[in-house]
């Protein structure tokens, strides 16, 4: 039987809540105007040169009660200020406001007044008595233009930016030919203002159950709450610079490099929050009634960053090149002691095609270059401060003293182990291969083959539970990659202006963990990721590839009580509590190898089950 039957229909009539309403279109605009406009100038002479900007964007949004504006702004100079001395500098900056309903709209949000218009019947009114009327599921009840009228979002944003740059070229000073200094510098600020208030509502609820109208709180709104937040800070970066390059005698030609580069940024937040509010104009921290937990909360942070580079070049030729480098970078993420890491590189090639005995294959061997490099880079991604314990001073670091618990003190708790021996993970890598072109540069061939070795791993490894965690953040010990990869492409064209290229790769790596820095040899990860108690299913464990998977191997589904019987014979003493399914071992259960051969099957048998990852 039809459940909004004729005569459900007459009841909805009578109470005067019937209605034909498409909810899409009541949450949703025909169409949204989006603005445009920007007025630029341009000019200068052979020694100043300009570009200046101005922009705004405006979008009405077609979901009711949304709405986006930017104002933007760039101003770009370059000048010469004297012989050989040049000035640049470029300066930006936005605004930008944003509004949307105080619920929000995410679809994920089962509160959302998108959602909401999908779940919303259609033979019912928007409204009755003059309040929202919706149905009920008998959790929520659904009216999508009331949510779109719960109060209001408003995000305000502001960013500047200056990047400007001095150079000089020392060409006129004979001795100092080809040297040139730099100084560069860029700052960027940035800061966000956010209100948002949550205003509560009443509304009417239908249950097509009892066929009952009742006068509800709104979901997700139990009184009206109102949330203040700002979030700004800046970045700075300060980089003088030295390059030198020059050609001597037609055939030596001489590169070098020499920079400090320094980094720094600066954030801060605070964010209040109050509930129990009467009135929706004016609203501030201050007009709320009541305190929520945290009342007011906050953050700062500082972080920074130095480097040292240094690198020489030289080639003859065009047939010979070398090149050294050397760089030495600082991070405020390692403890004072272990905070700086020192990378060298060297590079060499060898152009053959340059060379007088390949002239008679010039026809057909465009070129070929043969090359080998080896060098290091530092990684330091991982949360700050990791070498310092961290505490937190909240409801859940309370004791109690003498025989009551009734009035516990506040106090803090460990919230991190600390690690004063982290330092830089470091990947070293050796690198052998050539270049090649033929037939006037249309074919090219690749190859390479490589070893890279990470040393010192950043990791979190679980540590022993007495202390209190699960895990810690260490350098967990080294992996080594080796592999080939070879790329050939084709490059050519039919007619004067149909062009076209074709490129074809293949490669093989190798991975494998040649050091653990733990006694047991082995790290376990992956805990819990397949379901809730499946334990841990991957390993870094020495001779294994990264990660490779662990657990029991399974021989197939008991098919019958003839297989069930030889199974459980493999058992010790024919029990099947030896299983790893226990004494409930049926048909239809997975057969677990006893890969140990002690017939029972237990952690002991978990092995490798596979490589995450291809060749």
Not at 13 to 41: F, M, P, V
Not at 97 to 118: K, M, V
Not at 207 to 226: K, Q
Not at 413 to 434: I, K, M, P, V, Y
Request: aromatic share 14%.
């Amino acid at each position: 039987a039809p459940y909004w039957t004729e005569e459900h229909l007459d009841q909805l009539r009578e109470k005067g809540i019937l209605g034909d309403t498409d909810w899409l279109s009541e949450i949703y605009k025909k169409c949204g105007l989006t603005q445009n406009h920007n007025l630029s100038a341009t000019g200068g002479n052979d020694r100043v040169r300009y570009y200046a900007s101005i922009g705004y964007n405006g979008q009405d949004g077609i979901l009711r009660n949304t709405d986006f504006s930017r104002y933007n702004f760039r101003a770009n100079i370059d000048a010469n200020l004297a012989q050989n001395l040049d000035f640049m500098i470029n300066v930006s900056g936005s605004h930008t406001d944003r509004n949307w309903p105080g619920l929000g709209i995410s679809a994920q949000s089962e509160f959302s007044p998108i959602t909401r218009a999908f779940y919303a019947l259609p033979i019912l009114a928007k409204e009755y008595q003059g309040s929202p009327l919706g149905y009920t599921n008998g959790v929520y009840t659904y009216n999508p233009v009331a949510s779109l009228n719960t109060g209001y979002q408003h995000q305000r944003r502001w960013n500047a930016e200056v990047r400007s740059q001095l150079s000089y070229k020392f060409d006129a000073i004979k001795p100092l030919k080809g040297l040139k200094a730099m100084l560069f510098f860029a700052y960027n600020f940035s800061y966000t203002l956010d209100h948002n208030f949550l205003e509560t509502y009443k509304n009417y609820s239908y249950n097509p159950i009892n066929r009952s109208i009742s006068l509800v709180n709104a979901d997700g709104i139990p009184e009206s709450n109102f949330n203040k937040s700002h979030s700004g800070g800046y970045q700075m970066t300060l980089r003088p610079q030295i390059n030198y390059e020059r050609e001597f005698a037609g055939k030596h030609n001489v590169t070098g490099l020499v920079l400090f580069e320094r980094y720094s940024s600066y954030s801060d937040t605070m964010t209040g929050y109050k509930k129990g509010y009467f009135s929706n104009n004016p609203v501030d921290i201050s007009m709320g009634m009541e305190n929520q937990s945290p009342f007011v909360s906050g953050s700062h942070n500082n972080r920074g960053m130095a480097s040292f580079v240094g690198k020489l070049g030289y080639a003859y030729a065009k047939k010979y090149m070398v090149e050294a480098t050397l760089r030495a970078d600082g991070s405020y993420k390692f403890a004072p002691q272990n905070r700086w890491g020192y990378f060298p590189s060297f590079s060499g090639g060898w152009v053959v095609s340059n060379e007088k005995f390949m002239e008679p294959l010039a026809k057909w061997f465009d070129f070929l270059k043969i090359r080998a490099g080896w060098g290091q880079n530092g990684n330091k991604n991982i949360s700050a401060f990791q070498y310092e314990a961290a505490f937190a001073y909240n409801e859940y670091s309370n004791y109690s003293f003498g025989n009551t618990k009734d009035d516990p003190v506040r106090g803090a708790a460990l919230t991190r182990l600390a690690n004063d021996e982290l330092t830089w993970e470091t990947s070293e890598q050796l690198d052998l291969g050539f270049d090649a072109r033929f037939l006037n540069s249309r074919l090219g061939l690749t190859f390479d083959w490589y070893r890279k070795t990470t040393k010192d791993l950043l990791l979190n490894v679980p540590v022993s539970p007495t202390t209190g965690f699960s895990t810690q953040m260490k350098n967990a010990g080294t992996v080594r990659n080796t592999g080939v990869e070879v790329a050939l492409t084709w490059n050519d064209k039919i007619g004067k202006d149909f062009k076209y290229n074709v490129g074809y790769n293949i490669a093989y790596n190798k991975n494998e963990v040649t050091k653990v820095n733990s006694s047991q040899k082995y790290n376990p990860g992956g805990s819990d990721l397949l379901a809730q108690g499946t334990g841990y299913m991957a390993r870094f464990e020495e001779g294994h590839p990264i990660g490779y998977f662990w657990g029991y191997k399974t021989a197939g589904p008991i098919q019958n009580e003839q297989e069930l019987k030889e199974y459980i014979s493999t058992l010790k003493d024919q029990d099947p509590a030896n299983s790893h399914q226990g004494s409930g071992l049926k048909v239809g259960d997975l057969r677990f190898v006893d890969t140990n051969g002690d017939g029972i099957v237990n952690d002991d048998d978990k092995t490798d089950l596979g490589n995450p990852d291809p060749d």
